[in-house]
């Protein structure tokens, strides 16, 4: 689970300053003047689309599950915890973690 409180985990929001560009199946975000981009694998960019500030994490799971083929005993909340925590340490999510 994430500790740091200053992220909204419960529905997190991406900085609407990020730009994103599909590529086959993986997105890249970057923002506009700097160096840095982070590569997203297609479930990634899922939960990265479903961080506007109105989905759950609990959302995301039933989104996850309607859309990959995933084994029933596979924990996918934790999966997009960890996805979340990522995009809150790379500083692509609202809040002062990053």
């Not at 900085?15 to 590569?39: M, Q, T």
Request: aromatic share 4%; hydrophobic share 35%; glycine share 6%.
């Amino acid at each position: 689970m994430i500790q740091d409180n200053t992220i909204d985990t419960t529905k997190p929001l991406r900085k609407s300053d990020i730009a994103i560009r599909c590529v086959d199946n993986e997105a890249i975000l970057y923002r506009e003047g700097e160096k840095r981009i982070h590569i997203l694998n297609p479930t990634a960019r899922l939960v990265w689309e479903l961080c506007d500030g109105a989905h759950t994490v609990e959302d995301m799971e039933k989104t996850m599950r309607a859309n990959f083929s995933i084994a029933d005993g596979r924990d996918v909340m934790k999966d997009i915890r960890q996805t979340i925590n990522e995009f809150a340490c790379k500083g692509v999510l609202e809040g002062k973690k990053g």
